[in-house]
């Protein structure tokens, strides 16, 4: 047996295929081309082809958003039994649910993954005071946000000491490479929403030293008050950034 013949009848299926699909094709819009077209006869259909096409077959395109979020194509591929179904795939789903299309901003720092992932910060100044192993800074929430507490941490990480730190500004840390628009908006989301929030970015150790720092920032209550800010700093290495927030 010719052992090239295998890849001819899948040369001529090929062609065969893109010949009938090409007839099927009226130009008058690229929606009703791609939601009308047969890429396959009946014979070569798989289960995967035949879910392609019944998800392409429910587009409107009204909008991305409602086709994206709207469409079953996930749920008839996962029911199919060539396809194997896994704690990864749930997990895109529920994340792909949270989406809102409101902004890729809201999408991707208020996500469903993210409020998962961020660690729980200090909630009250007595709590920051106590903190040891994280890196940990206090600001007033009132601009210029002032530092008004350093722990050890943060001092072996950016190099200064608390003497030195006080009554000065996260400006401090910064330098040529930091997103200080970044590091600005994080701050005004923490205030305006009230929520925590979290951020990678360039910043400078007192030698010049530069490193990513992954910053959690959240509000800081002191008798009943929201008065203050606090920060967790964490350095880490330019693979574990998520490539959402790759911006820093």
């Not at 009308?36 to 259909?45: C, D, G």
């Not at 929520?195 to 970015?201: E, F, G, K, P, V």
Request: contains cysteine.
């Amino acid at each position: 047996m010719n052992r090239f013949a295998p890849f001819r009848s899948l040369r001529r299926l090929a062609a065969s295929s893109e010949a009938s699909w090409s007839k099927q094709m009226s130009f008058a819009s690229p929606e009703s081309d791609f939601v009308a077209a047969s890429l396959s006869s009946p014979s070569t259909t798989t289960a995967t082809t035949r879910a392609l096409s019944a998800w392409s077959g429910q587009l409107t395109f009204a909008s991305a958003e409602s086709d994206f979020t709207q469409s079953n194509m996930m749920k008839e591929m996962s029911s199919s039994r060539s396809l194997s179904t896994s704690s990864s795939s749930s997990l895109g789903q529920m994340w792909s649910q949270t989406l809102s299309f409101a902004s890729p901003e809201s999408d991707f720092t208020t996500s469903w993954f993210q409020t998962t992932e961020s660690p729980r910060l200090p909630q009250t100044f007595a709590e920051a005071l106590m903190e040891e192993k994280r890196a940990v800074v206090v600001t007033t929430a009132a601009s210029p946000h002032k530092i008004v507490h350093v722990n050890a941490a943060w001092e072996g990480l950016c190099g200064y000491s608390r003497s030195e730190a006080l009554d000065r500004t996260l400006s401090l840390i910064q330098g040529p490479d930091t997103n200080s628009q970044l590091a600005s908006s994080t701050v005004q989301k923490v205030l305006s929403q009230q929520q925590t929030h979290d951020a990678y970015l360039i910043n400078y150790a007192k030698d010049g030293r530069r490193f990513i720092n992954h910053l959690s920032m959240g509000l800081l209550s002191l008798e009943g008050e929201n008065n203050f800010m606090v920060g967790v700093l964490e350095e880490v290495q330019a693979e574990d950034v998520p490539l959402r927030m790759v911006s820093y």
